[in-house]
T-cell receptor, first 113, second 111 residues
Framework: DAGVIQSPRHEVTEMGQEVTLRCKPI?????LFWYRQTMMRGLELLIY????????DSGMPEDRFSAKMPNASFSTLKIQPSEPRDSAVYFC???????????FGEGSWLTVV | SQQGEEDPQALSIQEGENATMNCSYK?????LQWYRQNSGRGLVHLIL?????REKHSGRLRVTLDTSKKSSSLLITASRAADTASYFC???????????FGQGTELSVKP
């Protein structure tokens, strides 16, 4: 299996622009997670889905952030408008079921200038 | 707030020495997991220990879990320079599916 695939790997954008991060989970995994990693706050869970349905979005920082999972093989995390404090590494991860190992993608490195 | 907290934040040892990292958490759990992250990469799963287990081994890794103290430790024996990475513990907080990570321990193994 190819693992969790994220795109883009790196993005530099200007403040105010819309940013869309994409994720393809491992086939057959029912859970998908979006995490954000920064030096100051570590790894934060933003939102997770079960069978394409958002279960917990309490970690989404504010209304500028939105996530969708239109089907079992694709998810997006959108930031609109982006701000410099959104600069971070955004990880997508998936797992076949609760209390299982979580498999991470390589991350999307976002810089907002 | 973080569910798991690692200690120490940073650890520097010589190749061949053992490395011990500790993790404390706040609420009851179903399992606790340890992950490794190399610089610039995603996290990779190392080992999972369930709440009814006290110790688990995988190669040079040994994990212990003390649910009465809400703590876990990860021991890497006979460390190698390639073990240099950040190590994170993660717990489900008994919430099934929601895995919360600690701040991590940055391990440096000098050749």
């Amino acid at each position: 299996d190819a693992g969790v695939i994220q795109s883009p790997r790196h993005e530099v954008t200007e403040m105010g622009q819309e940013v869309t991060l994409r994720c393809k989970p491992i086939s057959g995994h029912d859970y998908l997670f979006w995490y954000r990693q920064t030096m100051m706050r570590g790894l934060e869970l933003l939102i997770y889905f079960n069978n394409n349905v958002p279960i917990d979005d309490s970690g989404m920082p504010e209304d500028r952030f939105s996530a969708k999972m239109p089907n079992a093989s694709f998810s997006t995390l959108k930031i609109q408008p982006s701000e410099p404090r959104d600069s971070a590494v955004y990880f997508c991860a998936s797992t076949p079921g609760v209390w299982n190992t979580i498999y991470f993608g390589e991350g999307s490195w976002l810089t907002v200038v | 707030s973080q569910q798991g907290e690692e200690d120490p934040q940073a650890l520097s040892i010589q190749e061949g020495e053992n490395a011990t990292m500790n993790c404390s958490y706040k609420t009851s759990i179903n399992n606790l997991q340890w992950y490794r992250q190399n610089s610039g990469r995603g996290l990779v799963h190392l080992i999972l220990i369930r709440s009814n287990e006290r110790e688990k081994h995988s190669g040079r890794l040994r994990v212990t879990l003390d649910t009465s103290k809400k703590s876990s430790s990860l021991l890497i024996t006979a460390s190698r320079a390639a073990d240099t990475a950040s190590y994170f513990c993660a717990t489900d907080g008994n919430q099934g599916g929601k895995l919360i990570f600690g701040q991590g321990t940055e391990l440096s193994v000098k050749p």
